[in-house]
């Protein structure tokens, strides 16, 4: 089983880019996923998550309004869409999913990793 990120880059701040998170061994379809970050020095952090069926959605504060996470179950994947960006949102992105949870809760716990897609955001 593997969640395939992809997407990063290089942007000046202002600008946007779209992430996505594909799946493969296993569907996802009705599960929970979610996109993490983590910074040069810091914690890794929620940033948003998303309902098996797209119906609800849910994100951090520091991207509410600027972030939109959405989902393609035939295509078995995740993205997130990020506008405005900051360059306090320079991190490396993961994707994850929770294989046991179809509706997002929090402390949802996640059990499927992916690799992570470097996002750096110049000023």
């Known amino acids: 089983v593997q969640l395939q990120a992809s997407g990063g880059g290089l942007v000046q701040a202002g600008g946007s880019l779209r992430l996505s998170c594909a799946a493969s061994?296993?569907?996802?379809?009705?599960?929970?996923m979610g996109w993490f970050r983590q910074a040069p020095g810091k914690e890794r952090e929620f940033v948003a998550g998303i309902s098996w069926s797209g119906g609800g959605t849910y994100y951090a504060d520091s991207v509410k309004g600027r972030f939109t996470i959405s989902r393609d179950n035939v295509k078995n994947t995740v993205y997130l869409r990020m506008d405005s960006l900051k360059p306090e949102d320079t991190a490396v992105y993961y994707c994850a999913a929770d294989s046991k949870g179809s509706v997002w809760l929090p402390g949802v716990t996640y059990d499927y990793w992916g690799q992570g897609t470097r996002v750096t955001v110049s000023s």
């Open positions: 061994g296993r569907t996802f379809s009705r599960n929970v």
